[in-house]
């Protein structure tokens, strides 16, 4: 039984010992194998690796993949013409040589982050004092980032090399500070509520003016209406007197009958009506006492 015990606990002691040698490096990361501090060897390959167990090696990782710098500083920069701006930006970089990293910049990915923060904003506030917002606005913005990108490269392979490559530069917005921006949007909208004044006073004036034509044009086309109207009554009314006289010249003496009796019959047309005359000497109701062979002269 001792001795079962014994094997079993000397298997397991190999067991830790050999996972304590035993390492993974992943494809997307670089083994940093250490001897007492200090680096020993750099595994850039990915595979099963083996080392010394603690504490005589220990292994960090670093990675090696493509890492994003994204701006966190929303300080103004000054400008050419000493406009203050506000401009975000990333980088694109990565570790290249982990020794050189280590020794220069620190363990992690993290600490180069905050260098190169620092590096490539200090880049931009140079390069941005050269050049006015126009050109941070225009095709000469490729060459800003160009010229950031170059001076970066510079500070990072001095004469301490920081072990990374720096593979893009690029601005994504350049804008006001919150203050001119404000002013900016106060004057753009007062412009807009100009001018649209003053579309509003043309429509207007055109308006009148329309109304105005139309009203003529309805003045003149009932004028000419009521011209023809009366030209045309006129006719009529001539027309019908040819017509009456000739009518009447045939039989004169009916005629004035019946004259006579469309006065009797204009005149009684309402029940209510009152007239006081002798019938026996007016000359109006002379038809009647001479059953129609008198005449009584009727004024048109």
């Not at 020794?99 to 620190?106: A, H, L, M, P, T």
């Not at 004092?129 to 970066?152: F, G, I, P």
């Not at 009958?257 to 000359?283: C, G, H, I, Q, W």
């Amino acid at each position: 039984m001792n001795r079962i015990g014994f094997i079993v606990s000397s298997l397991l002691v190999l067991l830790a010992l050999a996972s304590s040698t035993l390492f993974v490096v992943d494809q997307r990361q670089f083994g940093v194998v250490y001897a007492l501090g200090q680096i020993k060897e750099v595994i850039t390959e990915p595979g099963l690796n083996w080392k010394l167990p603690p504490p005589f090696q220990n292994v960090s990782y670093i990675d090696k993949r493509l890492l994003t710098l994204d701006s966190s500083d929303t300080e103004p920069m000054l400008t050419a013409e000493k406009q203050r701006v506000v401009i975000d930006w990333y980088v694109r970089w990565r570790i290249s040589e982990p020794s050189e990293y280590i020794r220069n910049v620190g363990l992690n990915e993290a600490a180069g982050a905050n260098q190169l923060n620092r590096v490539v904003r200090n880049a931009f506030q140079e390069e941005i004092n050269k050049r006015t917002v126009k050109e941070l606005l225009s095709l000469k913005r490729e060459a800003l980032m160009s010229d950031v990108k170059r001076e970066v490269l510079e500070k990072v392979r001095g004469a301490k090399p920081w072990g990374v490559d720096v593979v893009d530069v690029r601005i994504t917005r350049v804008d006001y500070v919150e203050a001119i921006t404000e002013s900016v949007y106060r004057r753009m909208e007062a412009e807009r509520k100009r001018v649209a004044n003053e579309l509003r006073s043309t429509g207007a004036a055109e308006g009148e003016k329309i109304r105005a034509d139309a009203d003529r044009q309805r003045e003149v086309t009932i004028a000419n209406a009521y011209r023809d109207a009366q030209k045309i009554k006129g006719e009529g009314d001539a027309e019908a007197a040819r017509i009456y006289a000739e009518a009447f010249n045939r039989d004169p003496q009916f005629a004035q009958f019946y004259r006579s009796l469309e006065a009797y019959k204009t005149s009684f047309a309402n029940k209510s009506d009152v007239m006081v005359l002798d019938p026996s000497s007016s000359e109006f109701f002379k038809v009647f006492r001479n059953g129609g062979s008198g005449s009584v002269p009727v004024k048109k």
